[in-house]
Every structure is written in C-alpha cells, then in structure tokens.
C-alpha cells in the first residue's frame, strides 16, 4: 500500500497497466482496493480509464466501490464513457445492475 510521489500503489500500475498476473496477488495480499493517488483515481478508476477489462470484476470483488469518485467527481463509469471504453462501459454497468438488485433483495 506504500505509494510514490504521485500517491500511486503497486495495485494503480497493475490496473493501469492490465496486469492481472500482479493485480490478482496485491488483491490477496490485502492491498488497499480504496486507495486514491493524487488525482483521487483509484486502480478501478484507471481500469476503466484504460479499458482493461480483465481487472475490473477482480477490482469490484474485493471491496473496489463503483461509485467512488475521483477529484473531478468522475466514477470509473464516467470515466470509461468519455474514454470510449464501451466494453469496460458495459461490464460497469452489469456489475452496478448486479448490486442494485442484491441490495432489493435485502
């Protein structure tokens, strides 16, 4: 959970970067899914930003808040429509319709 000047953790640069092979590790690990850098991004808001699909449900499952927002006040939703990042779009909004109708069952 240490970050750089940037306040980015090691769990940004796998989102950012789509590495799945170190993201899923960090998640185990316990690394802190909730972290924002200097931006108020978190690695969900970069997953989104840069399309890596693969990383998102992993993000979500461990805790990753989709209605999280950056310092722009952007959700990782937002972000993934005005990157024209269509399919992370779409999952995003799966997993939101997902959580919607857990918490009707409640």
Known sequence: NAKNSYGNTALHYAAANGHIACLEPLLSAGADVHAKDSDGDTALHLAAYYGHLPCIR?????????????????TPLDIAISRGETAAAAVLRELMQQQQQQQQQQ
């Open 58 to 74: 992993p993000l979500h499952s461990h805790g990753a808040l989709l209605d999280a927002k950056n310092n722009k006040g952007e």
